[in-house]
T-cell receptor, first 113, second 111 residues
Framework: DARVTQTPRHKVTEMGQEVTMRCQPILGHNTVFWYRQTMMQGLELLAYFRNRAPLDDSGMPKDRFSAEMPDATLATLKIQPSEPRDSAVYFC???????????FGNGTRLTVT | QKEVEQNSGPLSVPEGAIASLNCTYS??????FFWYRQYSGKSPELIMFIYSNGDKEDGRFTAQLNKASQYVSLLIRDSQPSDSATYLC???????????FGKGTRLHILP
């Protein structure tokens, strides 16, 4: 059963530290989306890729967040330096084409103290 | 105006009744619409997708789309306690293919 894999599942870190979250999309999927979910804001789109090319990252704080796809099997989201307000669940999701539904990973629960 | 809007709820429905969840969107050119279910502490899972005006049925679930009025709805027949969850509406924006989610409606099925 194909699924999106995210690591780590949980991350607790101190303010100012670098955080790297990884995502392995479903094999053959060509779109990858990063979302952040909080109780207040719901699912917020941070960045998305098609065929590994970044299409939009306007949802990310540019000074501290970066998203990349070094190859078709790996997407990364980095926060440097992390802040307590970054505490949230970060989801990666992939899709087989532009108009297809997304399949979500289990998320990374980030806590910044 | 938010791009995708849902009533946050909670929506309480007696077991066995029909639950009706609604969503409106602002991008008139949007063509693809999705409903996801999310249990507490879990990731969203796809329930239905709909691309054409009208109704689409899958088991106890029916998605309804009205592009002229810019709303999409989800009906759950014969509601079960296991249907208690947050339901998320998602829309692919026509202008840039972003997939935007509403904040979700919390549904509570009363046994």
């Amino acid at each position: 059963d194909a699924r999106v894999t995210q690591t780590p599942r949980h991350k607790v870190t101190e303010m100012g530290q670098e955080v790297t979250m990884r995502c392995q999309p479903i094999l053959g999927h060509n779109t990858v989306f990063w979302y952040r979910q909080t109780m207040m804001q719901g699912l917020e789109l941070l960045a998305y890729f098609r065929n590994r090319a970044p299409l939009d990252d306007s949802g990310m704080p540019k000074d501290r967040f970066s998203a990349e796809m070094p190859d078709a099997t790996l997407a990364t989201l980095k926060i440097q330096p992390s802040e307590p307000r970054d505490s949230a669940v970060y989801f990666c999701a992939s899709g087989s084409r532009t108009d297809s539904p997304l399949h979500f990973g289990n998320g990374t629960r980030l806590t910044v103290t | 105006q938010k791009e995708v809007e849902q009533n946050s709820g909670p929506l309480s429905v007696p077991e066995g009744a029909i639950a009706s969840l609604n969503c409106t969107y602002s991008d008139r050119g949007s063509q693809s619409f999705f409903w996801y279910r999310q249990y507490s502490g879990k990731s969203p899972e796809l329930i239905m997708f709909i691309y054409s005006n009208g109704d689409k049925e899958d088991g106890r679930f029916t998605a309804q789309l009205n592009k002229a009025s810019q709303y999409v709805s989800l009906l759950i027949r014969d509601s079960q306690p296991s249907d208690s969850a947050t339901y998320l509406c998602a829309v692919i924006l026509n202008r840039d293919d972003k997939i935007i989610f509403g904040k979700g409606t919390r549904l509570h099925i009363l046994p």
